[in-house]
């Protein structure tokens, strides 16, 4: 909850500071309040937009780090899998993967896979489990699932 909380005040921090700025900025250039909402708000959907990028970009890699993890993986195994983000907007992140059954018919080769998000509270250990599929793409193993566990991910994948 607190890492949704932190998340949230970057991107709306970000969006509201760049918005404010960027207005303060064109009121000194002009004095018509419509062209410096304008440009503030113009500012502001465009700091939006390029956080959640880097934000999907993140849980993108985070998501082929688990799914090059289970790639490797015979049904019942399990490996360790964790993410290092070369931007500290996110926390990195580890865990563990397992596949729970492989789907393959033909030349499509899927798994279904099980992980977890292994982090400590207050040096009590907490894991938070998913459920997501992963096929293989060409020579590697690819994310398959179109809503990975929306209250982990949110809106952006």
Same mark, same amino acid.
């Given at each position: 909850m607190g890492l949704a909380g932190c998340q949230s005040l970057v991107l709306e921090g970000s969006s509201a500071g760049a918005g404010i700025a960027s207005a303060a900025l064109a009121q000194k250039v002009t004095d018509n309040a419509a062209i410096t909402t304008g440009?503030?708000?113009?500012?502001?959907?465009?700091?939006?937009?390029?956080?959640? !990028? *880097?934000?999907?970009?993140?849980?993108?890699?985070?998501?082929?780090?688990? $799914? &090059? +993890?289970?790639?490797?993986?015979n049904e019942g195994d399990v490996a360790n899998w964790k993410s290092i983000h070369s931007i500290p907007m996110e926390p990195d992140e580890q865990g563990r993967v397992t596949v729970s059954r492989v789907i393959s018919q033909g030349l499509l080769e899927c798994k279904e896979i099980v992980y977890s998000?292994?982090?400590?509270?207050?040096?009590?250990?907490?894991?938070?489990? !998913? *459920?997501?599929?992963?096929?293989?793409?060409?020579?590697?193993?690819?994310? $398959? &699932? +179109?809503?990975?566990?929306?209250?982990?991910?949110?809106a952006l994948q």
């Amino acid at each position: 909850m607190g890492l949704a909380g932190c998340q949230s005040l970057v991107l709306e921090g970000s969006s509201a500071g760049a918005g404010i700025a960027s207005a303060a900025l064109a009121q000194k250039v002009t004095d018509n309040a419509a062209i410096t909402t304008g440009i503030g708000v113009g500012v502001q959907a465009a700091t939006r937009s390029a956080v959640q !990028y *880097v934000q999907r970009e993140m849980h993108g890699y985070t998501q082929e780090v688990i $799914a &090059t +993890a289970a790639g490797k993986l015979n049904e019942g195994d399990v490996a360790n899998w964790k993410s290092i983000h070369s931007i500290p907007m996110e926390p990195d992140e580890q865990g563990r993967v397992t596949v729970s059954r492989v789907i393959s018919q033909g030349l499509l080769e899927c798994k279904e896979i099980v992980y977890s998000v292994d982090s400590e509270e207050n040096s009590v250990p907490r894991n938070e489990f !998913y *459920v997501a599929s992963i096929c293989k793409d060409g020579a590697r193993w690819a994310w $398959a &699932t +179109a809503e990975p566990a929306v209250s982990r991910w949110g809106a952006l994948q």
